[in-house]
């Protein structure tokens, strides 16, 4: 049994082919999923004011959520560290679960005000995240160097 190049070639085309289907498949319906995500949360969008107590990043667990959230989670959720916010609206101390720009930004001990869509943290409302986020030494040299830069670009254009 001879075994040529172009047969070989076929077989690696053709599984390629299959492969890049199913990547298109799954991409589809993943989009789908996160269009109707984003929908709900617009439409249960609601502005509240909480105190922060506690934030952590951990794996989601009965003792960390309510046991019907927990239920309800995906496998595939519950076995990733997920941006949890233990907090105080208004007489209920409850866990929230929120994007990571928003988590890194969410001041403990503190009241602040913030969208929620269900047990979700959409945003903080009256905050730009940008100028709030923690940056890094080099993030903070390569802004002092833009800044200086444009500083001295400007000077020669207003002397003329």
Do not use: H, W
């Not at 927990?70 to 560290?81: D, L």
């Not at 101390?93 to 001990?109: F, N």
């Amino acid at each position: 049994m001879n075994v040529n190049a172009s047969d070989i070639l076929i077989i690696v085309l053709v599984l390629v082919a299959a492969v890049l289907a199913g990547l298109y498949y799954f991409n589809r319906k993943s989009m789908r999923r996160m269009i109707q995500a984003q929908e709900f949360i617009e439409q249960n969008r609601m502005t509240a004011q909480i105190f922060v107590i506690d934030k952590k990043q951990e794996k989601p667990s009965p003792t960390n959520l309510p046991k019907a959230v927990y239920e309800q989670m995906p496998k595939m959720a519950k076995a990733r560290k997920a941006n949890l916010v233990k907090a105080k609206v208004g007489p209920q101390i409850v866990t929230l679960m929120c994007d990571k720009p928003v988590y890194e930004v969410l001041p403990v001990k503190k009241t602040v005000k913030v969208d929620i869509a269900g047990m979700y943290i959409v945003s903080m409302t009256g905050l730009n995240l940008a100028d709030k986020k923690k940056k890094t030494f080099t993030e903070k040299i390569t802004a002092k160097l833009n800044s200086t830069m444009s500083a001295q670009t400007e000077e020669p254009k207003k002397k003329k």
